[in-house]
């Protein structure tokens, strides 16, 4: 990978390749640095996807995925909340119509709901269970993985009425659909997010 040029359009590819390895490493190894090695690596190829943004949601959704492993071996609230704003990220430019969507979504609302259980804010669990509500909403009715999203949903509704005792539904906005092209998203439309070392973030 370190001789492939920086234009070259394999790049990308070698990295995220190359970032799975190291995750399924750290899985077995415990290693933080192989999960470490497996952010930066997903970070390399989310930024080398600037000038070819093909499976550049797929690309997002795995570095969000790997963060969310940061966050949970280290509980540092600073890998969750990248971990969220790479997931809207994902969900924003996937269409609606793509597979990689029913994996996005839960994964959204399940880091919303988990950095609602640290800060206790209300509009954390309110776009979980929209996010939740999506999920169950892209899978059809046959597939078992629906009884799985209609159980986050259901939790996640347990929590918030648990947090406002409100039976209601909470509100939803359009503007906080995760896949509104680009909602709540930190950088412009056409930008492609651009990070830095984890050991450098996360000091």
């Known amino acids: 990978m370190d001789l492939s040029p920086l234009e070259h359009p394999l790049r990308a590819i070698f990295q995220t390749n190359l970032g799975y390895l190291l995750f399924n490493r750290f899985k077995i190894s415990h290693s933080k640095d192989d999960l470490d090695g497996s952010i930066f690596l997903g970070e ?6 600037a000038t ?13 995925s790997w963060l969310i492993s940061g966050y949970e071996i280290t509980r540092s609230i ?10 809207t990220q994902a969900a924003a430019c996937t269409r609606s119509t793509d597979p990689v969507l029913s994996n996005i979504l839960p ?3 399940n880091a ?7 800060n206790k804010m209300t509009k954390d669990i309110e776009r979980a269970i929209i996010m939740h509500k999506q ?9 078992p993985e629906r009884a799985r999203y209609s159980n986050n949903l259901a939790l996640a509704l347990q929590s918030h009425y648990n947090h406002t005792g409100d039976e209601e539904k909470p509100p939803v906005s359009h503007r906080n659909s995760a896949t509104s092209k680009h909602a709540d998203l930190k950088t412009p439309p056409g930008n492609v997010l651009v990070y830095i070392h984890p050991g450098q973030r996360f000091a």
């Open 107 to 109: 994964d959204l609302g």
């Open 78 to 87: 600073s890998y969750l909340d990248l971990s969220i704003a790479v997931k």
């Open 52 to 64: 070819n943004r093909d499976n550049l949601s797929e690309r997002l959704s795995n570095l969000g």
């Open 135 to 143: 999920a169950v909403k892209t899978m059809p009715a046959e597939y």
């Open 44 to 49: 390399q190829s989310v930024a080398s996807s």
């Open 112 to 118: 919303l709901e988990s950095r609602f259980e640290v």
